[in-house]
């Protein structure tokens, strides 16, 4: 999973706690091999960190080979939510968890579950963090998340996103698995045919 992108936005764009107007910004993942990847926000000169997120995998059947991200719809007027953001050739993205109030904002008007996470831990994201174990950091892995409904229903997590995909090995077909057994099968017949008639002509 992709690391770090460079966005330009032409115009404001929302993110969990505020609003970044017009510009270019830098989107890393704080420590890829969290189970609840962490997602930071710089500035083009990456000397000023606008805000730390939490957010959950999204997974896309498709990869693409180029930076995807994309959007939650808002009312009229309203700058567009950072939904998720997919790195060139990665299946899985990272999709951004809003506080409880914004989420149920977001689902209502998209009509779509959103990821949440409890209101009171909006403040955590606007506030430095130069390492996994910064306290606010921390509380954001160890949240409880959920997961808002249009119809203001709170649902787990699980129950209304895939935010992971099973890895199994590839099958054959089912019209094709039997035939490597049945050709087996077929040369130990002959085979066995042909020791049969060796044995007879000896005989």
Not at 9 to 28: C, R, S
Not at 85 to 106: I, M, Q, R, S, T
Not at 161 to 173: G, H, M, N, Q, V
Request: net charge neutral.
């Amino acid at each position: 999973m992709g690391s770090e992108t460079v966005f330009t936005f032409n115009g404001p764009v929302e993110i969990p706690g505020q609003v970044l107007q017009p510009g270019t910004y830098v989107f890393k993942v704080m420590d890829s091999q969290s189970d609840r990847n962490i997602v930071q926000v710089f500035n083009k000169s990456e000397n000023h960190l606008f805000g730390t997120f939490l957010t959950i995998p999204d997974y896309r059947l498709k990869a693409k080979g180029k930076t995807v991200i994309t959007f939650e719809e808002r009312a009229a007027g309203a700058p567009e939510a950072v939904k998720a953001w997919f790195y060139p050739g990665d299946n899985y993205g990272h999709e951004f968890v809003y506080p409880k109030v914004k989420a149920l904002e977001l689902a209502k008007a998209n009509n779509q579950p959103v990821a949440s996470m409890p209101t009171e831990l909006a403040p955590s994201t606007t506030m430095p963090a130069t390492t996994m174990q910064e306290p606010h950091v921390i509380a954001m892995k160890q949240a409880p998340l959920k997961a808002q409904q249009p119809t203001e229903e709170e649902v787990e997590v699980s129950e209304a996103f895939l935010i992971s995909a099973p890895e199994l090995p590839p099958r054959l077909p089912k019209t094709a698995s039997s035939l490597p057994l049945v050709a087996l099968i077929g040369l130990l017949a002959l085979g066995s045919g042909l020791v049969l008639r060796y044995a007879a002509a000896r005989i």
